[in-house]
T-cell receptor, first 112, second 115 residues
Framework: KQEVTQIPAALSVPEGENLVLNCSFTDSAIYNLQWFRQDPGKGLTSLLL?????REQTSGRLNASLDKSSGRSTLYIAASQPGDSATYLCGVGEEYGNKLVFGAGTILRVKS | EPEVTQTPSHQVTQMGQEVILRCVPISNHLYFYWYRQILGQKVEFLVS????????KSEIFDDQFSVERPDGSNFTLKIRSTKLEDSAMYFC?????????????FGNGTRLTVT
């Protein structure tokens, strides 16, 4: 059974700092991995999707990497801003299935 | 930008009652999903739906639950005989292609409170 772990559980940084969020998964037979952002009381917003054959994806200040063999993904946020404050969720798409398995998320607070 | 809409935003019901949670997926999307998040816990998959039938369901999705696409736009989740432990945020999601190849778009959720 796929287990997804996100570290750290919470992170507080000053504005402008670069930061890395980590996601690990136990079963490397994945099809893709998606990073989401969740604001309080809201749904999940897709940030980046990485196919299993890819190593990384970039969107603006966000860069996500994937090392399928070691069961790890990182989300790099450059020059963090207070508006980046949210919970970041990692969802792993299993190779044989039709669903995402989520981690518990990292609560990010960027202080101005 | 097109979005997934869910109604109601908050539903309070008594134990044993039936509830229907409604979703309007993005119009050109073909795959539909329900997930839930119990307060303080992970987002959990419930069911996926394609071509008017369930394509996968989790252990949580037992006979108490059902899904339906009654017309060309709505996608509903029915929970029969609700229990206290059904209290959670329920999220509807859709994707243009099979989930593996296109990102999931989530609605803002329906907070279900069972008293």
């Amino acid at each position: 059974k796929q287990e997804v772990t996100q570290i750290p559980a919470a992170l507080s940084v000053p504005e402008g700092e670069n930061l890395v969020l980590n996601c690990s998964f136990t079963d490397s037979a994945i099809y893709n991995l998606q990073w989401f952002r969740q604001d309080p009381g809201k749904g999940l917003t897709s940030l980046l999707l990485i196919q299993s054959s890819q190593r990384e994806q970039t969107s603006g200040r966000l860069n996500a990497s994937l090392d399928k063999s070691s069961g790890r993904s990182t989300l790099y946020i450059a020059a963090s801003q207070p508006g980046d404050s949210a919970t970041y969720l990692c969802g792993v798409g299993e190779e044989y299935g039709n669903k995402l398995v989520f981690g518990a998320g990292t609560i990010l607070r960027v202080k101005s | 930008e097109p979005e997934v809409t869910q109604t109601p935003s908050h539903q309070v019901t008594q134990m044993g009652q039936e509830v229907i949670l409604r979703c309007v997926p993005i119009s050109n999307h073909l795959y539909f999903y329900w997930y839930r998040q119990i307060l303080g816990q992970k987002v959990e998959f419930l069911v996926s739906f394609y071509n008017n039938e369930i394509s996968e369901k989790s252990e949580i999705f037992d006979d108490q639950f059902s899904v339906e696409r009654p017309d060309g736009s709505n996608f509903t989740l029915k929970i029969r005989s609700t229990k206290l432990e059904d209290s959670a945020m329920y999220f509807c999601a859709s994707s243009e292609r099979r989930w593996a190849n296109s990102p999931l778009h989530f609605g803002n959720g329906t907070r279900l409170t069972v008293t």
